[in-house]
């Protein structure tokens, strides 16, 4: 831009004003670190910038889904063994129940064992309405609402109390039909026996779909760490079963606990319903280690994968690094190469400012 009407003077001008706004961009560099101010100052690598960023925040979203999911898997195996743990004694002592070969010939070991039951049955209910974080770790595909009943509860609704009116018609020729209607019992879904609520009764009575709670670590991965009130998760259960652990559990609890001597007369009956509930038991206890070994292998993965995404997250960093910070030592020494360069264009403004006609013809 044409100043005095010198041309040497404005040149120098023009040139001192582009080694002074080399010397600001650089000052500001070395203040943040950053080439630009704005993405704009990045040129043709804005694009690439974004797109980098936009990736790195999808990771770091990835890896925190994944560590979430990785705790609510300990709380959930947490709450597995605490289930498991309540029947151990009842599964790991049978003979308070069967003593000398005949089911319920000793009232205190089998009023022992009753109490037991009933003490056993609350803890289970109330691990299966287990939250962490606010959310039912048994909820399903609906960890906001309450799966189950309280424990507080659970011996009046229409599993236990119909249970315990099957068992005391238990008499001579009659312990396999009680066997396989309180186990009818464990498997309904109707409203006045099923003691499951809310989106969890819906479920399990097929009204509604019930997908297993799942955590995202990569584009179209998820990973599955929700377990259900009324249903398995992976494991299948075999031998006496009403095809879920957690019925099975609330089923052979429900029965042992209402419990009473038998007559002499009904005694191979007597043994029936008893070891029927045991065996019931038994089959919950082995489909909870399959869950719990299942949900491990999840665990396993969710670790895997959040790890992945933070080396991930940290490579796109790199990148992003290399385009969007500055190398300080290299601007350090640009900005001190600028700033001799402008003091000289000054001086060099000076020399040509003070030119007169005398000293130009000398």
Do not use: C
Not at 243 to 248: A, H, K
Request: glycine fraction near 10%; proline fraction near 4%; charged fraction near 15%.
């Amino acid at each position: 831009m044409k100043v005095s009407g010198f041309p040497g003077f404005d040149a120098a001008t023009a040139a001192s004003g582009l080694v002074r706004a080399r010397v600001n961009d650089l000052t500001a560099q070395v203040a943040s670190g950053q080439r630009a101010q704005t993405l704009a100052g990045l040129g043709g690598d804005a694009a690439l910038a974004l797109d980098l960023r936009s990736e790195r925040a999808q990771r770091e979203a990835f890896v925190s889904a994944a560590r979430r999911g990785e705790a609510v898997a300990e709380a959930t195996q947490s709450a597995l063994g605490g289930i498991h743990g309540a029947i151990r004694d009842i599964l790991d002592n049978p003979q308070r129940v069967l003593v000398n070969g005949l089911p319920g010939s000793n009232a205190a070991s089998l009023k022992a064992m009753a109490e037991t039951a009933r003490a056993s049955l609350n803890t289970v209910v109330g691990l299966l309405g287990e939250r962490f974080a606010g959310d039912a770790l048994f909820g399903g595909a609906a960890p906001d609402q309450d799966p189950i009943v309280l424990p507080a509860v659970i011996e009046t609704t229409g599993l236990f109390t119909q249970i315990r009116t099957q068992v005391q018609t238990l008499g001579p020729g009659n312990g396999n039909a009680i066997l396989a209607a309180t186990k009818a019992l464990a498997q309904s879904n109707d409203p006045t026996v099923s003691p499951f609520r809310g989106f969890a009764a819906n479920a399990a009575s097929g009204s509604q779909p019930d997908a297993r709670r799942s955590v995202p670590v990569g584009e179209g991965i998820a990973i599955p760490v929700g377990m259900y009130a009324y249903q398995n998760a992976s494991a299948i259960s075999g031998g006496q079963t009403t095809g879920s652990w957690s019925r099975d559990l609330m089923w052979g609890l429900s029965i042992i606990a209402n419990l009473e001597p038998p007559s002499t007369a009904s005694a191979a009956d007597y043994r029936v319903l008893v070891e029927g509930a045991l065996a019931a038991l038994r089959s919950a206890s082995n489909a909870i280690v399959e869950d719990q070994a299942g949900l491990g292998i999840e665990q396993s993965r969710l670790a895997v994968a959040a790890e992945r995404n933070e080396n991930l997250a940290l490579q796109l960093e790199t990148q992003i690094g290399k385009l969007e910070t500055v190398d300080m030592s290299d601007v350090i020494t640009q900005l001190t190469s600028s700033k001799s360069l402008l003091e000289a264009s000054y001086r060099a403004m000076v020399t040509l400012g003070d030119l007169s006609l005398t000293k130009f013809m000398r």
